[in-house]
């Protein structure tokens, strides 16, 4: 495994991170294709053996037993001090007024939820999942940086919103001397690259440490085209990101991980791992082989002519997960 600063912070993390929306009570939430505690601790375990350091939930995974059954895990196989532990709050988590959002009430509160639900006193990087439109940017900005100061929180990111929105809230964290966002976790892969045109230099260019979500394209990237699996079938959310121009990138990986002899999904995560601005992709893994192609990808050093290939035929896409 090899580490990385996060952005322009002197926080070390490694090259991949777990993403742990793959676990959680499948009866809980939305998500029926969830693994429980059971199944979910032997592939925690293995992460930390392959020297994964950095974890990544959310208090609305599995209406929040993702983060009960992650923390259960980290307590019992890591080090505290050792890990990078990173929750997400905006996410509705109950109906009726206050239930979600970027408020200071619905802030203060889930921090306290999160950090109940995953046994620890702190979390590493707490992420606002989207961007908050009914609430003033100052407010989310101050409660977030109060959170820092209190010591609930050590440093705080964002999630997928337009490059302006995360300017205007950078912008408002420096105005007022409060705490700014030192990551941003965003939808980039081979087959969805528009976070190119503005967020990621404005990545580069403010020192942000970047995080790709759903780095696999949802699996697409490590199968071939129109192949179903039990999650793709069920997966509303997924089916609206991408498109049938996309096969031509699908096959173009099939054919460089056939020639190297080696599986897709190392193909496609290697490409994001020679991304200037990415810090760590956020791998979900729910069989012990996804973690493998994980951490073999980071060190898979592609050609210039493979990178080429794989980038040639990319159709532009409508702004998606936001």
């Not at 939305?30 to 053996?49: K, N, S």
């Not at 009430?105 to 702190?122: P, Q």
């Not at 012990?288 to 040639?312: I, N």
Request: aromatic share 8%.
């Amino acid at each position: 495994m090899q580490y990385v600063k996060l952005g322009s912070t002197g926080l070390d993390v490694s090259r991949i991170c777990l993403g742990c929306m793959t676990y959680g009570e499948p009866d809980r939430g939305v998500h029926e294709w969830t693994l429980g505690a059971e199944a979910a601790r032997p592939l925690i375990r293995q992460a930390l053996e392959a020297g994964v350091t950095f974890f990544d939930t959310a208090n609305v995974y599995s209406d929040g037993t993702s983060e009960e059954i992650v923390g259960k895990a980290l307590r019992d196989f890591a080090r505290r001090d050792e890990i990078v532990l990173a929750t997400k709050v905006h996410g509705r988590m109950r109906p009726g007024p206050n239930g979600g959002g970027l408020s200071r009430k619905v802030i203060m509160s889930e921090i306290d939820h999160s950090l109940t639900r995953l046994g620890t006193d702190y979390v590493d990087l707490y992420q606002i999942h989207r961007y908050d439109h009914d609430t003033p940017v100052e407010e989310t900005m101050e409660a977030l940086h109060d959170l820092v100061k209190a010591g609930k929180v050590r440093y705080i990111g964002a999630s997928s919103m337009y490059a302006w929105e995360f300017s205007k809230a950078q912008y408002t964290a420096e105005r007022h001397g409060w705490t700014r966002f030192v990551s941003m976790q965003n939808h980039y892969n081979l087959i969805y690259r528009e976070e190119e045109r503005e967020m990621l230099p404005l990545c580069a260019d403010q020192g942000v440490g970047v995080l790709p979500w759903s780095p696999l394209a949802r699996g697409r990237l490590t199968r071939d085209w129109g192949a179903v699996t039990e999650r793709s079938a069920n997966d509303a959310f997924g089916s609206r990101l991408y498109l049938e121009s996309d096969r031509s990138i699908v096959e173009a990986v099939g054919r460089i991980a056939a020639e190297r002899a080696v599986p897709r999904a190392r193909i496609a995560l290697a490409w994001l791992l020679h991304q200037a601005t990415v810090a760590a992709p956020i791998v979900g893994a729910a069989e012990p082989h996804h973690l493998e192609d994980a951490v073999a990808a980071v060190e898979l050093k592609l050609s210039g002519e493979e990178l080429a290939a794989l980038e040639q035929s990319y159709t532009p896409h409508a702004i998606s997960g936001h």
